[in-house]
């Protein structure tokens, strides 16, 4: 069965440590997805991507993260430097399409930030 | 700021009864809704997804959805302990976005 795939799934830094995240969509899924997830809470939304292309990267925190997909496949988060607040789920998602299709995530990535 | 809203729970139901879990969204121009399951600790799976007015069914789950009152639930019959989990509902809104509620916390109690 197609799965998303991330790496890695558990993560603990320090505090104004570098952090990078790793995700392989589902093959032939054109959107992909990153997501933060706190707590107690629903996903929201980080980044999304067409292809290789940012469509929405309203709600990412551009000063100390940063998102590729360089070749519209596998995709990259980073985050610098690293905040005790960025302490999350960082979930990736993946869908065929954007409109009206359904997303399917990754395991994700658990963040401690020391 | 467009809103999903969900009763945190938890929802306890006795093994066997129907789970009925609700969500309500802010956003008329919405036009497709998701129901997730997330086990504690892990990532969302999507169970149900609805675009129409009305029920859907699939296997012991049906979503039911009324885009009139801005409302959308998820039943599931015959619940099991292996159903407890937390169930996020997740409207994509006018701009195709997924917004996410927080989650309602089922229990099924042996």
């Known amino acids: 069965e197609a799965e998303v795939a991330q790496s890695p799934r558990y993560k603990i830094t320090e505090k104004s440590q570098a952090v990078a995240f790793w995700c392989d969509p589902i093959s032939g899924h054109a959107t992909l997805y990153w997501y933060r997830q706190i707590l107690g809470q629903g996903p929201e939304l980080l980044v999304q991507?067409?292809?290789?292309?940012?469509?929405?990267d309203s709600q990412l925190p551009k000063d100390r993260f940063s998102a590729e997909r360089l070749k519209g496949v596998d995709s990259t988060l980073k985050i610098q430097p690293a905040e005790l607040g960025d302490s999350a789920m960082y979930l990736c998602?993946?869908?065929?399409?954007?409109?009206?299709?359904?997303?399917?995530f990754g395991p994700g990535t658990r963040l401690t930030v020391l | 700021q467009k809103e999903v809203e969900q009763n945190s729970g938890p929802l306890s139901v006795p093994e066997g009864a129907i789970a009925s879990l609700n969500c309500t969204y802010s956003d008329r121009g919405s036009q497709s809704f998701f129901w997730y399951r997330q086990y504690s600790g892990k990532s969302p799976e999507l169970i149900m997804f609805i675009y129409s007015n009305g029920d859907k069914e699939d296997g012991r789950f049906t979503a039911q959805l009324n885009k009139a009152s801005q409302y959308v639930s998820l039943l599931i019959r015959d619940s099991q302990p292996s159903d407890s989990a937390t169930y996020l509902c997740?409207?994509?809104?006018?701009?195709?976005?997924?917004?996410f509620g927080s989650g309602t916390r089922l229990l099924v109690r042996p």
């Open positions: 998602a993946s869908s065929f399409e954007t409109r009206n299709n359904e997303q399917f």
């Open positions: 997740a409207v994509m809104d006018s701009s195709y976005k997924l917004i």
């Open positions: 991507f067409q292809d290789e292309s940012v469509v929405d």
